[in-house]
Nanobody
Framework: VQLQASGGGLVQAGGSLRLSCAAS????????MAWFRQGPGKEREFVAA????????YYADSVKGRFTISRDNAKNTVFLQMNSLTPEDTAVYYC???????????????????WGQGTQVTVSS
């Protein structure tokens, strides 16, 4: 299983970026797909996820209303559209997948089996 994250970069505050996570070795429609991020000196934190059973999206409070997670089943790819970016969003963003987690653990990084390599997002003020 491989998850390949891309789309990061440098953007000014208020700008937008779209991250992509291409999956191989799994059919991601059967998996909960998520994005996490790790800022400088911080622990890796949950950003957003699509729950495998319902397809419903879940978000961290800090990104709700600004970020949107979606998937393209035909391309086996998950996206994270990020709008109204602030310097606090600066982090390495990781995609993750789990075929077994239950809904109550969707925000826990320990519940995910597979991780991508991360893509850097830097937001300048």
């Amino acid at each position: 299983v491989q998850l390949q994250a891309s789309g990061g970069g440098l953007v000014q505050a208020g700008g937008s970026l779209r991250l992509s996570c291409a999956a191989s070795g799994l059919t991601h429609s059967g998996y909960t797909m998520a994005w996490f991020r790790q800022g400088p000196g911080k622990e890796r934190e949950f950003v957003a996820a699509l729950f495998r059973s319902t397809g419903r999206a879940y978000y961290a409070d800090s990104v709700k209303g600004r970020f949107t997670i979606s998937r393209d089943n035909a391309k086996n790819t998950v996206f994270l559209q990020m709008n109204s970016l602030t310097p606090e969003d600066t982090a390495v963003y990781y995609c993750a997948a789990s075929g077994r987690l239950i809904l109550s653990s969707i925000r826990s990084r320990d519940a995910y089996d597979y991780w991508g390599q991360g893509t850097q997002v830097t937001v300048s003020s």
